[in-house]
């Protein structure tokens, strides 16, 4: 439903959304190696093999591709250094999407998260059209809990899902905004 389109660059006062390449690889790896940040995600194994960054970037060209799923690199406007990835995937069975992300701890507690993923959702309703963005949370990921409250996300339900970086299922609570709840 999406093929047509393009994955263009997603511009924030402070950020630039990039589509994931090779390129990127490198700085990827250097927090998605960190326990800090795999502990909490459904997809980052820990240890990070080597690798795994640029598999990431080829798989998510074919995502893009196919119309599947949507990476970008967070990179600051101010010296294009990448502080983080995030991610919608689209579900085949209707309008919606589930949002991920992953930023490096040295860039914390400074809004880029929250930042990065209003402006992806703003491109998932307006752009892709969606109707629907969910995203999962471990119940123990506080940080990540709150940011979802703070860009207008609620939660409305709990459930098991898997850990990679545990190597083991976790409780996880599910988060919800439609677009009927966003639009003006
Ligand atoms: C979750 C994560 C993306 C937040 O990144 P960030 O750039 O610090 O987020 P923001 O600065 O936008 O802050 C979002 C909220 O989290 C809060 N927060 C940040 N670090 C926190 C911490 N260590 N403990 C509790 N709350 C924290 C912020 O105060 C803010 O809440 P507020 O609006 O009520 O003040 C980051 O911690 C991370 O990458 N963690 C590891 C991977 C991960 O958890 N991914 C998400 C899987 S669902």
Redesign the pocket.
């Known amino acids: 439903m999406t093929q047509a389109i393009r994955p263009d660059t997603i511009t924030t006062s402070r950020l630039v959304l990039e589509p994931l390449e090779l390129r990127h690889a490198t700085q990827v790896t250097r927090f998605c190696r960190l326990w800090?940040?795999a502990q909490?995600?459904a997809n980052i194994p820990h240890p990070y093999p080597a690798g795994c960054a640029e598999s990431f970037a080829k798989d998510a060209a074919s995502e893009r591709e196919s119309g599947g799923g949507w990476v970008y690199a967070v990179t600051l406007a101010d010296g294009g250094e990448v502080i983080?990835v995030i991610d919608i995937t689209l579900c085949d069975k209707d309008r919606s999407g589930e949002l991920?992300?992953?930023?490096a701890p040295w860039?914390?507690?400074?809004?880029?998260?929250?930042?990065a993923a209003r402006a992806l959702i703003g491109f998932a309703f307006r752009v892709l059209r969606l109707d629907k963005i969910e995203?999962?949370?471990?119940v123990e990921?506080?940080?990540?809990q709150?940011?979802l409250a703070?860009i207008g996300m609620r939660q409305v339900d709990e459930r098991m899902m898997p850990a990679p970086a545990r190597e083991r299922e976790v409780l996880c609570r599910v988060f919800q905004v439609f677009w009927s709840q966003v639009r003006t």
């Open positions: 800090e940040v909490y995600t983080g991920g992300y992953a930023f860039s914390w507690g400074n809004g880029y998260a929250s930042e995203a999962c949370v471990m990921n506080e940080a990540s709150r940011l703070r």
